[in-house]
């Protein structure tokens, strides 16, 4: 695929031309081209007077047609759900004593998990031992988007406005601040990058290189001031920062857009998905080259697909049972398997999980069950280690003063 010139920023990508959809069900026994769950290579029980076949019952710990596990309970993320067909197993769930609602988070070379979030009128930064300990806490500036690099060096992009970074040791390196709040936030060879709203009028995404060791900016670049765009994710892949969002005169009613910014910044250029997504809500990269993004289809369907170096597209997954899970985060780890987390708002407002192998195909899906005073719950963050993913979301109980706000970190196995 030819890129714009600097002069033509905007190409409609036609998704017709592409590689065709992959359409997956809740089971991972599916093929990519399958649209209904349930595993076709179970034997039915059988009735012993009669000796004809009997519908099996979920949770007899038989599998039966139409059920990919069956565990003998209905616990519903212990790897088999209480429909029998395939969960996240939640090794650990904790509650973050003092916080209300967490923002991000991430794993260290070390295997700690980092989140950050505010308590009360406090932003904090915490450490957390895999299985569980919490290690440590300080106060920072301002929480927002977080990142790791291999050296374990943190970044921290916040929703005010300041860009901060601190040692492995919490101890705070440098700290810079811009007009507005950062909207993404990501890290390339030998850079950190950073993407924020600006404009007046219209809105602009604004994507910036920084120095790791200083955060002076060494470029930085817009999309036009001709028509409003909104960053929901930035994600690195080669020597190109991406965001991901939406493009329209108004940003209620556009179009799903993928913009990326070449290494000098001067060259921003951007595909459109007419038809395929309302919205990328998020972004991560697949090895050097290739982009993972997840978001929502018109008719208000999950979406996540896989582009190529060219920024053409490889595959699509939807899930046609699973309309309203909004996608939040997109976390790419072991084996190129894919987890995105987010909510399912036209449900019961509740925290979901999903993991996709490397084809787009879903192993297992988790709606995580909130609590009965709770309002809404929706997972916000993932991260992979090396044998485990985990999970920040927030619940909150209502706007009045007596409301609870609750952040919380889950770890799911692997295995």
């Keep these: 695929m030819q890129f714009a010139a600097p002069t033509t920023v905007l190409i409609t990508l036609a998704l017709a031309g592409c590689v065709p959809s992959i359409v997956v069900g809740d089971n991972p026994q599916d093929t990519p081209e399958s649209t209904t769950g349930g ?32 565990d003998g309970n209905d616990e519903s993320n212990d790897g088999c759900d209480g429909a029998c067909q395939r969960s996240g197993r939640v090794v650990w769930s904790i509650e973050l004593a ?23 009128d406090t932003a904090h930064l915490l450490a957390f031992a895999p299985d569980g300990t919490e290690l440590w806490r300080r106060t920072i500036a301002d929480p927002g988007e977080l990142a790791i690099d291999a050296g374990g060096r943190i970044f921290i992009a916040g929703i005010a406005g ?42 602009q995404v604004t994507v910036r290189r920084h120095d790791p060791a200083t955060g002076e900016i060494a470029w930085e670049s817009s999309t036009p001031s ?9 994600a690195v892949i080669g020597e ?20 990326a910014f070449d290494p000098d910044g001067a060259h921003p250029w951007a595909e459109q998905f007419p038809g395929a997504a309302t919205q990328w809500t998020g972004a991560a990269p697949v090895g050097e080259s290739e982009l993972v993004i997840a978001g929502n289809s018109p008719d208000d369907k999950f979406v996540l697909r896989r582009l190529g170096p060219g920024n053409e597209l490889i595959w699509t997954s939807h899930l046609t049972d699973a309309p309203g899970s909004w996608p939040m985060r997109v976390a790419v780890g072991p084996g190129e398997q894919i987890a995105v987390v987010g909510g399912d708002l036209a449900g019961d407002n509740e925290s979901v999980v999903r993991l996709h ?19 809404d719950d929706r997972a916000v963050a993932a991260a992979f280690s090396s044998d485990a993913l985990f999970v920040a979301g927030n619940f909150f109980s209502g706007v009045d003063e007596d409301n609870i706000n609750q952040a919380w970190l889950r770890r799911f196995a692997l295995d």
């Design 226 to 234: 001709g028509q409003s765009a909104l960053c929901d994710d930035l």
């Design 162 to 203: 300041m860009l901060q970074a601190f040692s492995p040791e919490k101890k705070s390196l440098w700290s810079l601040d811009i007009d507005g709040g950062f909207a993404g936030l990501a890290l390339g060879p030998d850079a950190v990058y950073s993407a924020a709203h600006s404009g007046e009028e219209t809105v």
């Design 39 to 70: 595993s076709t290579d179970a034997t039915p029980t059988s009735s012993a007077s009669s000796g004809e076949s009997e519908p099996g019952v979920c949770g007899d710990g038989v599998v039966d047609a139409g059920e990919s596990c069956d």
């Design 98 to 120: 003092g916080i209300d609602a967490v923002t991000d988070l991430d794993v260290d070379p070390a295997g700690r998990i980092l989140v950050n979030g505010w308590g009360g």
């Design 357 to 375: 192998d490397a084809a787009g195909v879903l192993l297992w899906s988790s709606v995580l069950e909130k609590p009965e005073d709770v309002q």
């Design 240 to 259: 190109q920062a991406v965001s991901v969002g939406r493009l329209g005169p108004e940003l209620e009613d556009g179009v799903a857009l993928v913009a």
